[in-house]
């Protein structure tokens, strides 16, 4: 989805439905402020962000990372090593999160660069900007690797499935019901079969007592790059 360009009018909010397409995976309304400036985009105010492709686009035409030694600058890697350790969020040591970022540095004047990636999380804007000294995100696109947001939970870990009926895995840490599930970027069918055991090939199933039933009509569904989205 093309960002709509508010040059010239900073600080103006637009608010659109996140309209869904195969790689994004949320309903929800979110609402930006917006300075059409190669890429970067001025974040202000944020109920949530959960954006699949919306930001991709926009990310990958970010234009290449010039350096800078201001100390309000910040940098996120899908990369980077650990999670575990306190990170000062240098382009040598970034934090391997927008969300970790945000959570240590969200005052007015603050610029977070991201490297290319993917990025499982939903980010929600913990403070608001300033007029004229707004919050920055910046996408970093590197040798045309872009950078991607996307808000459905990465469950391609093969220690986060039981085999429960024949080609049939569950997954019991799901507690929330999934709009969509992905795996190796094929949306998956959503189903309501009378037994988990009956569940088709290619499709899924919520069991609020269980969790996410998912037949790929073979292996544990962790091998594969699967996708779970609220």
Do not use: K
Not at 1 to 30: D, H, K, L, V
Not at 119 to 144: C, K, M, R
Not at 213 to 220: A, E, F, K, R, T
């Amino acid at each position: 989805m093309a960002a709509r360009s508010s040059a010239g009018r900073q600080g103006r909010t637009e608010r659109e439905p996140s309209s869904i397409t195969p790689n994004s995976s949320s309903f929800r309304r979110w609402s930006r402020s917006v300075e059409d400036d190669g890429g970067v985009f001025l974040l202000q105010r944020f109920r949530s962000i959960t954006i699949g492709a919306i930001l991709a686009a926009a990310f990958a035409s970010a234009p290449a990372f010039v350096s800078r030694a201001d100390a309000a600058n910040f940098y996120v890697s899908a990369s980077a090593d650990s999670c575990a350790s306190p990170r000062p969020g240098t382009r040598t040591s970034p934090y391997c999160t927008i969300t970790a970022a945000l959570a240590a540095h969200h005052t007015p004047g603050t610029r977070i660069f991201v490297l290319p990636g993917v990025y499982h999380e939903q980010v929600t804007l913990p403070t608001a900007g300033a007029p004229g000294n707004p919050i920055v995100i910046q996408g970093v696109s590197q040798d045309g690797q872009p950078v991607v947001v996307d808000g459905s939970d990465d469950y391609g870990d093969p220690s986060r499935w039981r085999q429960v009926y024949g080609t049939v895995w569950l997954a019991d840490s799901v507690n929330w019901l999934p709009v969509q599930v992905f795996a190796d970027g094929a949306r998956l069918t959503p189903s309501s079969p009378a037994a988990p055991e009956q569940l088709a090939v290619g499709s899924f199933s919520y069991v609020s007592t269980a969790g996410l039933y998912v037949n790929l009509g073979g292996d544990n569904p962790g091998n594969h790059q699967a996708a779970v989205g609220q």
